[in-house]
């Protein structure tokens, strides 16, 4: 891979909670590179969101500290820069989409006026100016009759239309990388499909790099160009998306996507994964997921597996990927 | 389906939400159901399927009685819901129950598991002596996979999936006949998701229930839905067999819904055709005259606007509410 645009190495976030210490990232590690786009899976509490809030430095301390590791965009470590310097990164070389776009907007400002302020205050242009380039983007992210969207509020947008809004202000500034949180998990799946359309195509015009959120694997294949799993706040396995999807090396990577229900198929029982997510303030010995795999030997309970290499760029952490069949 | 008799009638029913909003000065009327007509027959799993704002949660909120329908009826075992009183009344409250979709709003967070499992035993007295009420907790959570120990915690000391199966062992508890689920499992993880649909089609082999089971997610639906009726804007588009209606739609609404869930082959290769519908659900205070499709349809013209479509059988076996449904379509021309 060229020189990454980001890269997470070793990355530690606790929070401190009053019941006790719960490592919500464990020492997770990857570089994201040009143009890139790496999904990032994992069901709640893996770790997946708090990861890409950590880069940001969003998280509320008390109670989640970044207890190690660093964020490396180019050169710069961002866990190194002062808040003025981590405000101007924000936006304008790594910006963020959430989940839910009616909670990021706010309800008493136009959707105009929301934009128009982003670019001003961070490009230094005049208002009309600003009004210009905000039509641009609302065109660009395919917002049918922009002009009058301009004048809307919030609550007047569909939740599709919302999403399209959060993500021309996501892209106002050009950032360098995009964190993408669920961005379409709250929508309705014909809208979904739209919005997915929309950010594969602006990653493949642009050289925008995405780290893409999702619980959702189909999503995940179909978008990205590699998957990371997450799994209790380590990631356990990350390898090119199709063969990650194809050839899970991961017991926990393999066991999701059996449980997927297809469409195609009635299945008399769904191969459901026994057991729950673990809790993290009292998490297992050993591999986090050894209770609920089919696969678990004595040195499970004992120690974490290294990532190991098993194919070309796709490493797992798991003592007996040899045998994990799809 | 064998049994002639529906347990529950759905005859003709429309909902409309008055729309008085003083600060933004909008009036009118909301249709959030309209003219829906369904049967649920003994022992079935009846899908109901479609996106926000199609009136899926309200017309399970009418059949909960929850609210009552602005015109036609609702009847259980033949009787008309909306006359119920006193016993009849409560007689259906046990019979039908509901599961929601929210596993954390629909429990109190200061009711310890017991409690939660015997309010519906203080309720309705008449079912069980009070003697009988901890074994009753204890069959109950062992029925739905938790362990009975924990009986006595609250509800924020269980994961999500346990949560929900709290919710469904309450709704069991009176032994009823008919679950409402609402999106039962779509707040749920993937891992814990399979779990949960297994564990509903546990408790209808056992207890020969029948379910409405509620949900957006049409892969989850055909794992369980012995039927599936798909709705948009308030109104039933296509209603038939589970397979039928999934794997060879005849409206052009379920074909755009099937074809827009993410999926790949084994291989990770995107499988499929996308429909990419253009727009949005046009907004159900002003619904589209004619077909209420028609504004988002590829197929749709001059007549879609002119007339509305009849839901009748259309040569596809099933009834479907499209004018221009042949047995043929199935592979939408290029979008």
């Given at each position: ?6 890269s ?12 006790g ?12 590179g ?5 999904a ?15 880069v940001?430095?969003?998280?509320d ?18 866990f ?6 981590m ?10 989409l ?27 242009i ?15 992210v ?10 809307a ?8 239309i919302?999403?399209?809004v ?21 929508l309705?799946?014909?809208v979904?499909a ?19 959120i ?5 999503v995940?294949?179909?978008?990205a ?15 090119p ?10 017991p ?8 997927i ?5 009635r ?15 009292h ?22 597996p ?8 796709h490493?797992?952490?798991c003592y ?7 | 389906?064998?049994?002639p ?15 008085n ?16 007509s ?6 079935e799993?009846?899908g109901?399927v ?5 009136g ?17 009826t ?23 129950q ?8 629909s ?8 409690d ?13 002596p ?7 907790v204890?069959?109950l ?13 609250y ?32 707040a ?16 209808q ?13 049409l ?8 039927r599936?009726?798909v ?12 397979a039928?209606v999934?794997?060879?739609p ?5 074909q ?10 084994d291989?990770?290769n ?9 727009g ?5 205070a ?32 099933r ?17």
């Amino acid at each position: 891979m060229s020189d990454p645009v980001l890269s997470i190495d070793d990355l530690h976030v606790e929070f401190r909670t009053e019941d006790g210490v719960v490592k919500a990232v464990d020492g997770v590690s990857y570089e994201l590179g040009k143009g890139e786009i790496i999904a990032v899976l994992g069901e709640s509490g893996s770790g997946k969101t708090v990861h890409a809030r950590a880069v940001l430095r969003i998280l509320d301390t008390p109670p989640a500290h970044i207890t190690g590791g660093r964020a490396m965009l180019g050169d710069v470590n961002l866990f190194d820069l002062d808040e003025a310097d981590m405000r101007e990164v924000r936006g304008a070389r790594i910006a963020m989409l959430f989940q839910d776009p009616h909670t990021a907007l706010d309800p008493v400002y136009t959707v105009g006026d929301q934009i128009v302020e982003l670019l001003r205050l961070r490009r230094g242009i005049s208002t009309k100016e600003a009004r210009d380039q905000a039509l641009e983007l609302l065109e660009r992210v395919g917002i049918p009759s922009p002009e009058g969207r301009l004048n809307a509020y919030p609550h007047q947008l569909s939740g599709g239309i919302a999403q399209r809004v959060m993500v021309a202000m996501a892209v106002a500034l050009d950032p360098d990388v995009l964190l993408a949180d669920e961005p379409t998990s709250s929508l309705d799946v014909t809208v979904q499909a739209q919005v997915l359309e929309l950010l594969g195509s602006l990653v493949s015009e642009t050289e925008m790099s995405m780290v893409l959120i999702t619980h959702n694997l189909a999503v995940a294949v179909g978008l990205a160009d590699r998957i990371a799993v997450m799994y209790a706040g380590q990631l356990v396995e990350l390898g090119p998306a199709k063969e990650v999807y194809a050839n899970p090396k991961h017991p926990y990577t393999a066991a999701l996507l059996r449980s997927i229900p297809d469409i195609e198929r009635r299945d008399e029982r769904l191969p459901a994964i026994k057991g729950a997510p673990p809790n993290l303030l009292h998490p297992p010995s050993g591999c986090p997921f050894h209770p609920r795999c089919p696969y678990a030997t004595e040195i499970c309970l004992t120690a974490m597996p290294p990532l190991d290499e098993v194919g070309p760029e796709h490493v797992t952490a798991c003592y007996h990927w040899d045998e994990v069949q799809r | 389906m064998s049994d002639p008799q529906p347990l529950i009638r759905v005859d003709n029913v429309t909902k409309h939400f008055p729309l008085n909003d003083k600060v933004f000065g909008s009036s009118g009327v909301i249709h959030a159901v309209d003219g829906v007509s369904v049967d649920l027959y003994p022992g079935e799993v009846l899908g109901v399927v479609g996106e926000s704002g199609c009136g899926k949660s309200t017309l399970a909120n009418l059949i909960m009685k929850l609210e009552e329908p602005t015109s036609g009826t609702i009847e259980y075992r033949g009787r008309n819901i909306a006359t119920f009183k006193d016993d009849e009344l409560k007689t259906y409250r046990r019979e039908v129950q509901m599961v929601f979709q929210d596993t954390f709003g629909s429990l109190d967070p200061r009711m310890t598991i017991t409690d939660v499992l015997t309010e519906p035993f203080t309720i309705h007295r008449e079912v069980l002596p009070k003697d009988a009420w901890p074994d009753k907790v204890r069959a109950l959570l062992k029925l739905v996979g938790l362990d009975p120990d924990h009986a006595n915690r609250y509800p924020h000391q269980f994961s999500g999936g346990q949560r929900q199966r709290i919710n469904i062992a309450r709704a069991l508890a009176l032994d009823p006949k008919v679950l409402v689920c609402d999106e039962p499992v779509s707040a749920l993880d993937v891992s814990v998701q399979a779990q949960v649909v297994n564990l509903l089609k546990d408790l209808q082999d056992e207890f020969g229930l029948s379910y409405i089971f509620v949900a957006h997610d049409l892969s989850v639906v055909r794992q369980i839905a012995d039927r599936v009726a798909v709705m948009y804007l308030g109104q039933v588009q296509e209603i038939g067999d589970e397979a039928d209606v999934l794997l060879h739609p005849s409206h052009p609404y379920t074909q755009a819904l099937v074809s827009a869930l993410p999926t790949a082959d084994d291989q990770g290769n995107t499988t499929g055709k996308r429909i990419v519908l253009s727009g949005d659900l046009p907004s159900p205070a002003n619904p589209p005259s004619g077909c209420r499709f028609r504004t988002r349809c590829w197929m749709a013209q001059q007549k879609c606007a002119d007339e509305e479509p009849e839901l009748i059988e259309r040569g596809t076996g099933r009834p479907t509410k499209c004018h221009f449904v042949t047995p043929t379509v199935g592979t939408p021309a290029a979008v």
